[in-house]
């Protein structure tokens, strides 16, 4: 059967209808203020999570600044620019060779066709010393070698071509004079004294024709010179040249000048402007003693019977130094039972001299090479009809066998009258410095040696 109504029909409604309009009318607005508050409180919040839809690609990207978002310049041109250059700086291993070090920057047909500089050879390249190496996508811009504190070995391209050149840096020369009293040696005193190897071989080469420094140094014996003292870009750089010398022993006084001759290297003169530099120098080498002189009728040590020996021999230890007695072209290089390993060089129309008994030939040396007084051509050995490690010399004068122990006083040329007042208004200066009347700084107030591309 159908249940009963809740309410008599009749009677009014529990809620009338305009009692829920009222309602909801509040409800709505509740609701819509509500919304409101929210979105004044929190309306970042609220909007960043709102999301309608799926998200956009980018919509994770950082934002970027506007210099980044926009690019500099054309995209394009910044692939057509050049690389970057980079130096490295190293030094020279030992045994390395140019061809160790730019091998893997240049072709083949390029290394071979690099041709030494005019006064520099590769092959001089020593252990230690820096380099630096400029490449531009592996391949060479440039190489740079340190040959001393004042010059450097550049390789690069000039005028489309590889080349090589020796650049000498700015030099501020500054003479000095340095002294002391031999105690032991000349080269131990020329040390004592602020000087070096090359001073003292300088010392030895300007008194080269009246002193044999291998015998006639003694203790007691005193040295001044005015010698150059380099700096590049401020910092002392090395000793340089002697530009004048003074020698005294029990015999004297020994004086000698520079004065540039006109081979661009210094000569040597008197206090009066004669020559130091005679012909010939007294010795070819260091030696120990003269184990055999110059005698029509010796009794040779090996064949056992009397001989002529035109020719003077020097007692000194395998590998002593053996160096030409005067300027000359050398007209013989070889070998023969009695002579062993030889040279002769001829000096002008008039002279030549013989070397023999060599252990082995300076480098570089062949018939037709032009040597200059000092120059070694070899070293001391026992090759050939001999007892022991000696120098058998020689010289011959118009074909006629001397006696290399009197060396005659053979000087160079006399200097021209302009060039010899020249020298001799140096020489007042030098001597006054030598003296210690004058401070070395009263010979210039600065030398120069402005760079180039050569030697100076």
Same mark, same amino acid.
């Given at each position: 059967?159908? =249940?009963a109504?809740?309410?008599? %029909?009749?009677?009014?409604?529990?809620?009338?209808?305009?009692? !829920?309009?009222?309602?909801?009318?509040r409800?709505?607005?509740?609701?819509?203020?509500?919304a409101?508050?929210?979105?004044?409180?929190?309306?970042?919040?609220?909007?960043?999570?709102? *999301?309608i839809?799926?998200?956009?690609?980018?919509?994770a #990207?950082?934002?970027?600044?506007?210099?980044?978002?926009?690019?500099?310049?054309?995209?394009?041109?910044?692939?057509?620019?050049?690389?970057?250059?980079?130096?490295?700086?190293?030094?020279?291993?030992?045994?390395?060779?140019?061809?160790?070090?730019?091998?893997s920057?240049?072709?083949?047909?390029?290394?071979a066709?690099l041709?030494?500089p005019?006064?520099?050879?590769?092959?001089?390249?020593?252990?230690?010393?820096?380099?630096?190496?400029?490449?531009?996508?592996?391949?060479? *811009?440039? &190489?740079e070698?340190d040959?001393? %504190?004042?010059?450097?070995? /550049?390789i690069?391209?000039?005028?489309?071509?590889?080349?090589?050149?020796?650049?000498?840096?700015?030099?501020? /020369?500054?003479?000095?004079?340095?002294?002391?009293?031999?105690?032991?040696?000349?080269?131990?005193?020329?040390?004592?004294? +602020? +000087?070096?190897?090359?001073?003292?071989?300088?010392?030895?080469?300007? &008194?080269?024709?009246? =002193?044999?420094?291998?015998?006639d140094?003694?203790?007691?014996?005193?040295?001044?010179?005015?010698?150059?003292?380099?700096?590049?870009?401020?910092?002392? #750089?090395?000793?340089?040249?002697?530009?004048?010398a003074?020698?005294v022993?029990?015999?004297?006084?020994?004086?000698?000048?520079?004065?540039?001759?006109?081979?661009?290297r =210094?000569?040597?003169?008197?206090?009066?402007?004669?020559?130091?530099r005679?012909?010939?120098?007294r010795?070819?080498?260091?030696?120990?003693?003269?184990t055999?002189?110059?005698?029509?009728?010796?009794?040779?040590?090996?064949?056992? /019977?009397?001989?002529?020996?035109?020719?003077?021999?020097?007692?000194?230890?395998? +590998?002593?130094?053996?160096?030409?007695?005067?300027?000359?072209?050398?007209?013989?290089?070889?070998?023969?039972?009695?002579?062993?390993?030889?040279?002769?060089?001829?000096?002008?129309?008039?002279?030549?001299? !013989?070397?023999?008994? &060599?252990?082995?030939?300076?480098?570089?040396?062949?018939?037709?090479?032009?040597?200059?007084?000092?120059?070694?051509?070899?070293?001391?050995?026992s090759?050939?009809? #001999?007892?022991?490690?000696?120098?058998?010399f !020689?010289?011959?004068?118009?074909d006629r066998?001397?006696?290399?122990?009197?060396?005659?006083?053979?000087?160079?040329?006399?200097?021209?009258?302009?060039? =010899?007042?020249?020298l !001799?208004?140096?020489?007042?200066?030098?001597?006054a410095?030598?003296?210690?009347?004058?401070?070395?700084?009263d010979?210039?107030?600065?030398?120069?040696?402005?760079?180039?591309n050569?030697?100076?």
């Amino acid at each position: 059967m159908p =249940l009963a109504p809740l309410r008599d %029909p009749e009677s009014s409604p529990v809620c009338p209808p305009s009692s !829920r309009r009222r309602t909801g009318l509040r409800l709505l607005a509740l609701l819509a203020g509500a919304a409101v508050l929210a979105l004044a409180v929190f309306p970042r919040q609220t909007a960043e999570r709102i *999301v309608i839809g799926p998200p956009h690609p980018l919509a994770a #990207a950082p934002e970027l600044p506007p210099e980044q978002a926009e690019p500099a310049g054309n995209l394009f041109e910044r692939f057509d620019a050049a690389p970057a250059s980079q130096t490295r700086t190293d030094q020279v291993r030992p045994g390395q060779t140019l061809a160790d070090i730019l091998g893997s920057h240049l072709t083949p047909d390029k290394l071979a066709a690099l041709d030494d500089p005019e006064d520099f050879s590769f092959s001089k390249l020593r252990s230690g010393q820096p380099y630096r190496l400029t490449l531009r996508d592996r391949e060479l *811009v440039s &190489f740079e070698y340190d040959i001393s %504190p004042t010059e450097m070995l /550049v390789i690069d391209e000039t005028d489309g071509e590889l080349a090589a050149r020796v650049e000498t840096r700015q030099c501020e /020369v500054r003479p000095a004079l340095i002294g002391a009293t031999v105690r032991t040696s000349l080269s131990e005193a020329v040390a004592e004294a +602020g +000087g070096n190897a090359s001073t003292a071989m300088a010392l030895a080469d300007i &008194f080269g024709s009246d =002193l044999d420094f291998s015998r006639d140094v003694q203790p007691g014996d005193t040295f001044a010179a005015v010698v150059e003292r380099r700096y590049v870009e401020g910092r002392f #750089a090395g000793l340089g040249r002697v530009l004048a010398a003074r020698y005294v022993n029990a015999d004297g006084a020994l004086e000698g000048f520079g004065l540039l001759g006109d081979k661009g290297r =210094l000569d040597y003169f008197d206090a009066q402007g004669r020559p130091l530099r005679k012909t010939f120098l007294r010795a070819p080498l260091s030696f120990l003693r003269v184990t055999s002189g110059f005698s029509a009728s010796r009794l040779h040590p090996i064949l056992k /019977v009397r001989k002529a020996h035109f020719g003077v021999d020097y007692a000194a230890p395998t +590998g002593t130094p053996v160096w030409t007695v005067g300027d000359g072209v050398v007209i013989e290089r070889g070998r023969n039972h009695a002579a062993g390993n030889y040279i002769t060089v001829r000096h002008g129309k008039t002279y030549v001299t !013989r070397y023999n008994h &060599f252990s082995r030939f300076a480098k570089g040396l062949a018939v037709g090479s032009r040597v200059v007084q000092g120059q070694v051509i070899g070293y001391v050995g026992s090759t050939g009809f #001999a007892t022991g490690p000696h120098l058998d010399f !020689r010289m011959y004068e118009n074909d006629r066998p001397v006696n290399a122990l009197a060396n005659p006083e053979m000087r160079a040329e006399s200097l021209p009258a302009a060039r =010899l007042a020249e020298l !001799r208004q140096d020489i007042l200066t030098l001597t006054a410095v030598l003296d210690g009347r004058k401070p070395p700084t009263d010979l210039a107030e600065t030398r120069t040696t402005a760079p180039g591309n050569r030697r100076q």
